[in-house]
């Protein structure tokens, strides 16, 4: 990559980190001994670290520290070192002995100064950590690297009347009562970690307690800690940590391993959770929930991310990455286990869907950009900026992939094998690979690609059928895009889920290669084209092809209209049911969006709508998927699929809104029906009661695009009597592009029951800033200046300004207004938080794919950032590769 020098930017140039030079470090560390003195203005750390250097070693150790951090001194052996070199990233240590040795280092460190929320900072007055990827280096100077794991011991030292909670990882040994007011606490955690994996939490904290028989008969007990105020909105999260914990036991044979397990929420947090070892720390959006201040989205997010956390007890703090190229070996792995626990817990095929979905709007857009790169990345400049969806989510789909190539038994082998190889180890996705093809002693060679390319396939899919040889074949062809930096690409191994529905709606048995292979087959693709053909094919089917969405690759077929309707009405698959109809919506909006804006309904999207919504009616009807399948695609999505240098979002929101309001018109009494057959007289939380308020709420949103007063009436009636906020919610989005006084009136009334609840504020902070509205950036520019805004806390940061960011009228405004917007919140909040900022600053990243006048407004700000002085290490990685 050429990297632009930024133009009197950091002080350094920053550098690029290349996979293909890690090397060893050059000390092991057997033991770790922390001590915290916290204090309001400083605080004191002290580390004794028992260093062991690897043979061959010079003598020298190099240790990260920030520049924040002030040294105060290094002893080794009991004697003071000062044969070191400080330089901006770091201390040399020179001249240190060959054989093992005791080395001391003391700092003091700034936590009530620290607004990027990394390493030891305050968040409502509590200390907090966060330590992955890089922030151990803003405590103390060390090895931050995950190869260097250690076992480490913790004393924290705090004034008792302030901080009655002090809580490290592992198990309390010691504590007491020290002088002026002051107690401290000692905790030793008995399995080796990388210091990303430490934590530390001292605060005046409420807290909740339940246990856990482990499946070996050991007490497990677990702790939820929050803001006193906020105690009683703990026990949703306890139910789904124990759910969790049950669920790794069946699923994977996995039991905890320590005797207490904390979960800290705290509401000043950059990302939404963080594994720490026995001390997870949430973001407290993913913790706190009652029916009336939480959505079902809500409760099933926290669901998910409480698994998330405990589950990398396992894959991600046992064993471990060997440096964050692997991130994916931890995530991907730990992605794809939460969404099975969720799937397991709830409706599979809807939360396949739902994941399916987030990966085609945001990974698939990201493959495309400037900012693509394989699930292991070949470099980069600030690790935190690697965090992304296709780490995350396309990382999941590769591990999926396994468990659709070797079935579940043969997955189950290699995570059994994968951990009894690697238990203790810091290990690459290499690692992973020998696991999961030696348990199996399957041949996965044309697999591996998938960890080194970046891009989404490309897969065409033409199914024949010959009547006189009763034989369907089906030719499948496979591109994989060019992206920044690998101009030439080699095809890779996407398991191909094919079903064929006979003409009675029923799956056909099949035959191939003249094996029966029951009613799904998974074809091994691998090669640019391929042909496979069944016999005995008695009727011409209709193939299902992809089913569940069995490889992350971008689909065409020559499935036509009437195939299209009739996969919706009887695919076995209900991924496949889905997307059929969500094919029909998108060839319709994607035809509008290019046509010549002469917009026209397609008479059999409305038909099969219909259909959809009378299922509704049937005795087992599964509710959240009808909810899930009237939903119209994305603009994002939309956009997406369009080609570079084209989008024009007012385009796409008016072709969108064009659908949304001829169907709401045509199925209005459809609508209403079917909303108040699913209208509960009272809020209730078991599954079924979910599903109906979800299709009740989407039928509303449809509603709602229909200009009568009656149903802003009607919406705002629903919203004031509401008894649970996914209601609540529901309604005020139904309300919030309308220009009506209920929008008004709902607005005021809901700040004023909740504008003491920041959980609750951040959901009004964005769907004001969501709405499209025209001029609404003068409201969003007033909420900012509000008393529900703070630039300082990233939830609010994310809703006001990242809800701006996703209206397709405001943001994408003509005049650029929107853009200059961004920039200038931006380049302000820089200064402030790094991390956050560079996530704000994404939404520029793929100007080129918007028309003339607006890509050039988004390059003129993006140009406008770069020259920012000072400009953080996150956003310039971020400006410079979408510049590129
Ligand atoms: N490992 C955590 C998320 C996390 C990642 C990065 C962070 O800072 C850059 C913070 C938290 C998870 O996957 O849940
Ligand atoms: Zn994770």
Redesign the pocket.
Known sequence: MTTQTPQETTKDVPKEIFLRDYKPPSHSFAKVELAFDLREQGTTVRSIISAVPASGSTGELFLHGDESVKLDGVTVNGSAHERYERGSKGLTLKDLPNEPFELSITTTIEPQENTALEGLYKSSGNFCT?C??EGFRRITFYQDRPDCMSTFTTRIEADKAKYPVLLSNGNLIDSGELEGGRHFTVWEDPWVKPCYLFALVAGNLGMIEDKFKTMSGKDVTLRIFTEKHNIDKCAHAMTSLIKSMKWDEETFGLEYDLDLFNIVAVDDF??????NKSLNIFNSRLVLATPQSATDADYAAIEGVVA??YFHNYTGNRVTCRDWFQLSLK?GLTVYRDQEFSADMNSRGVKRIGDVSRLRTAQFAQDAGPMAHPIRPESYIKM?NF?TVTVYEKGAEVVRMYETLLGKDGFRKGMDLYFQRHDGQAVTTEDFFAAMSDANGADLSTFKPWYSQAGTPRVTANGSYDADAKTFTLSLTQVVPKTPGQDTKIPVMCPVAVGLVGPDGKDMELTLDGKSVGTTTVLRFDKAEATYTFTGVEAKPVPSILRNFSAPVRLTTNLTQDDLVFLMANDSDAFNRWEAGQTLLRTLLLDLIKGDGQYKMDAAITTAMRAIIAGAKEPNADKAFIARAMMVPSAGELSDMLDEGTVDPAKIHEARTFVMKTLATELRADLEATMKANSAEKYSNEPADRAARSLKNTCIGYLSYLDDAAIAAMTYERFASADNMTDKIAALNSLSDKECDERIKAFAEFYEEWNKDPLVMNKWLGLQAMSNLPNNIANVKALMEGPAFDIKNPNKVYSLIGGFCASSVNFHAADGSGYEFLADVVIKLDDLNG?VASRMVSAFTRWKKYEPSRSSAMRAQLERIRAKKGLSENVFEIVSKSLE
Not at 270 to 275: D, P
């Open positions: 966060q992955e990827a950059n990302m939404g959770a963080m594994e998330h956390e995530e935190d965090y991390q």
